[in-house]
């Protein structure tokens, strides 16, 4: 079956950077876009931005554009997101999810808490 | 790329039918039939629960239906049950080839 398995909590100083890996199984890697989302705690989802796997292609919301950066591994079926220069509001559940190019999301990540605190 | 817009909260009594609401622009919900409808019970990841405005996934009942007229998308949720009580969230495709989502609302079952 599909899974999307994300890598564990992080604790990072204001400033600092963060990168989230997910591990993809049950289907084609290379077939799917990887899309990350965010949700603050007791807030709603935000859309952060897409990856394509098959040639590294990346597309990233306007609110990230200057500090998010999508990568992926083909070889080992991972996608990762490195986000820089991390604020206090960064801290969140961040979920990888996999879809075609639009956001319709048929299977998630466990989510990946990063916090971010002095 | 602002968020759709959704009721904050809706309310309805088992057996009843509620619709949330999921409105944009016609650079996203209006110029596309890409809207999906997300379930999210506490401590949970979000489910897809409805695709390209009015598709079901394998596994949702059939209760659950969507729609969209101009830009606003409708999620309609027929003979309520204790576990439909949840978050729901829209989302849309948008012009720039990005993703969008509503802010959220929060289905209380009476």
Partial sequence: QVQLVQ????VKKPGASVKV?????????TDHYIHWVRQAPGQGLEWIGWIKPNNGATNYAQNFQDWVTMTRDTSISTAY???TRLRS???ALYYCARGPLWPRFDSWGQG??????S | Q??????ASVSGSPGQSIT???TGASSDVGGYNYVSWYQQHPGKAPRLMIYDVSNRPSGVSNRFSGSKSGNTASLTISGLQAEDEAHYYCS??????RGVFGGGTNLTVL
């Fill in chain 2, 20 to 22: 949330i609401s999921c």
């Fill in chain 1, 21 to 29: 890996s997910c591990k993809a199984s049950g289907y084609t890697f």
């Fill in chain 1, 89 to 91: 509001d960064d801290t």
């Fill in chain 1, 7 to 10: 890598s564990g909590a992080e």
């Fill in chain 2, 92 to 97: 849309s495709y948008t012009s720039s080839a």
């Fill in chain 2, 2 to 7: 602002s968020a759709l817009t959704q009721p």
């Fill in chain 1, 81 to 83: 997101m490195e986000l």
């Fill in chain 1, 112 to 117: 990946t808490l990063v916090t971010v605190s």
